[in-house]
């Protein structure tokens, strides 16, 4: 019996293989594609499928940039396009890593025993959907980059995200705290800074674009806050201290503050999960 081709590429295309699909494909705008291609399917067909055979340690990036120690990065000077290129080239690299982190998200946890057989859907949707937006913040940040002049792989950057993520690939709850909730929770703190300093070099066309950005990543640390909230609830510990207990554990950074409070707390992570972190 013979399948009609689109129902034999339904087949194919579980979200777990999509999700490696990502991991695996080392050009960054063909990485934001198959992480597009994955939320579409992935709502068209929600076949989860069965364990990818084995998952890189680190995902699949182009030659360029060249990876350096985050001490290493040079501070940027927004007065120039050169300037702006700068910040918003590392502002590219930490979506590119952020496509990683979702896909890797679904590809390693969506069978782990911590999530009922009835969350898995859920668990997939949520975090396809912010594959599905990494993708769209890095296609957004090259194409401004290229009209700035600058092509991603132009500078240096730095791995620390991705060394985050090797630290908890064993651990589900350590993952959901750190990659959401300590990192992408970050993000929130900084980017209106970045707004304003972009703003005020009368670079309006970066500035929106960092806004987008910043408005959807609200969403992401929402997403991390509940699926963290759900596997605290499997412990006897409040989530606050089991939160501090594996980012003690798990996370060699530091938590700095100013907080921006009022985006974390929307995101409903509470001063009570972050502030006894904070090292100043
Ligand atoms: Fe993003
Ligand atoms: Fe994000």
New binding site residues.
């Given amino acids: 019996m013979s399948f009609p081709a689109s129902a034999k590429s339904r087949v194919k295309m579980s979200v777990l293989s999509a999700a490696l699909d990502v991991l695996l494909t080392a050009d960054p705008r063909s990485k934001a594609a198959c992480a597009r291609r994955m939320h579409s399917t992935w709502r068209e067909t929600k076949v989860i499928g069965s364990f990818p055979p084995s998952l890189p340690d680190q995902p699949a990036r182009p030659e360029k940039p060249d990876l350096v120690s985050p001490m290493d990065v040079p501070r940027r000077r927004l007065g120039s396009p050169a300037g702006r290129g700068a910040l918003l080239h590392a502002v590219a690299h930490i ?1 590119l890593n ?1 496509i990683d982190l979702a896909a890797d998200m679904i590809a390693r946890f969506t069978l782990h025993p911590s999530l009922h057989e009835d969350d898995r859907d859920r668990f997939v949707s949520d975090w396809a959907s912010v594959c599905d ?2 993708a769209r ?1 890095f296609i957004l940040l090259a194409d401004r980059l290229a009209e700035l002049g600058v092509c991603y792989g132009d500078h240096p950057a730095h791995n620390g995200l991705w060394q985050a993520a090797q630290s908890t690939r064993d651990n589900f709850p350590a993952r959901v705290a750190i990659a959401p909730l300590v990192l992408e929770a970050r993000g929130l703190d900084v980017t209106p800074g970045m707004i304003k300093r972009l703003t005020g070099a009368g670079d309006k066309t970066s500035a929106d674009i960092l806004q987008i ?1 910043y408005n959807e ?1 609200i969403s992401h640390v929402a997403t991390g806050a509940r699926w963290f909230k759900y596997l605290a609830a499997q412990q006897t510990d409040t989530p606050e201290s089991y939160f501090h207990q594996l980012v003690r554990n798990h996370f060699k950074g530091q938590i700095k503050s100013p907080f921006n409070e009022t985006a974390r707390t929307l995101a409903g992570l509470s001063r009570a999960y972050y502030e006894p972190l904070s090292v100043n």
């Fill in positions: 979506e952020a937006d990494e913040h950005i990543e």
